[in-house]
């Protein structure tokens, strides 16, 4: 019902950032939790940060903690992954994805998410 796209991927060297945007067409997800995952080739699709619906609550990898941030503009149905200081083992495909719904905690893994976007490539050169 939902449809999600992921943009703001590219190459960048390591130290570098990017800002990663998903929109939502189709419903709003303001009353909802969203979340970011990223999967690299041949491994599974790991938790990177996730912001309660109001946005007043986050919650990162410890891999990412200090260095990424995510956000959300619920007026314009988007969520936003700011990544600062990249390193070569963020290389992967960035999803995002819609969580429970207000009243309902927040989830850590793939399994309690849906409406997966197309994701994006993000390459960090060492």
């Known amino acids: 019902q939902v449809q999600l796209v992921e943009s703001g991927g590219g190459l960048v060297q390591a130290g570098g950032s990017l800002r990663l945007s998903c929109a939502a067409s189709g419903r709003t997800v303001s009353r909802y939790a969203m979340g970011w995952f990223r999967q690299a080739p041949g491994k599974e699709r790991d938790f990177v940060a996730t912001i309660s619906w109001t946005g007043g609550t986050t919650d990162y990898a410890d891999s990412v903690k200090g260095r990424f941030t995510i956000s959300r503009d619920n007026v314009k149905n988007t969520v936003y992954l700011q990544m600062n200081s990249l390193k070569p083992e963020d290389t992967a495909v960035y999803y995002c994805?819609?969580?429970?719904?207000?009243?309902?905690?927040?989830?850590?893994?793939?399994?309690?998410?849906?409406?997966w976007g197309q994701g994006t490539q993000v390459t960090v050169s060492s």
């Open positions: 994805a819609v969580g429970p719904a207000f009243g309902v905690k927040v989830p850590t893994t793939p399994s309690g998410f849906a409406s």
